[in-house]
């Protein structure tokens, strides 16, 4: 599972307190040095910017279990991008490491948050092609 155009699917629950902590703390160090600027400018844009960076954070680590299953791939939390459509739905877009890991797979994501939990999940599946 995972890797390779291999199925594979990660699952990961964050807390949202946690990570309001980690940005008390650490401010932009800790920002800069797991999302993304467009990630870091979108979740600042929201009403409650630490329910949409712990989700995707949530989705980091779910992307790495997904793709991981067949063993360490080196992948740093920047690598994995989640960004939204133009209709809002996130989904992800690898780079560096989480590129090379998915293989010829693709990546789906769905984030929920609520209270002090946030989670998501990641399948991957092979590319299809006609």
């Known amino acids: 599972m995972g890797g390779t155009g291999s199925p594979g699917v990660g699952i990961d629950l ?10 008390g703390e650490w401010g ?6 797991v999302f993304t600027s467009e990630e870091i400018e979108y979740c600042q844009s ?11 954070f949530a ?8 793709v991981s299953a067949v063993g360490p791939v080196g ?19 690898p780079h560096g490491a989480a590129k090379t890991a998915l293989g010829g797979s693709h990546a ?18 092979p590319e299809v092609t006609s």
Do not use: Q, W
């Open 75 to 93: 992948i740093r939390y920047r690598d994995v991008e989640v960004v939204v459509n133009d209709h809002g739905a996130p989904r992800l877009r």
């Open 28 to 33: 932009r160090r800790f920002l800069e040095r």
């Open 46 to 56: 929201r009403y409650a910017p630490a329910g949409s960076l712990a989700a995707r």
């Open 14 to 23: 964050v807390s949202i307190a946690r990570i309001e902590r980690m940005v």
């Open 59 to 66: 989705a980091k680590e779910a992307f790495i279990k997904a």
């Open 108 to 125: 789906r994501v769905s984030l929920s948050h609520e209270g002090d939990l946030a989670v998501a999940i990641v399948i991957t599946c």
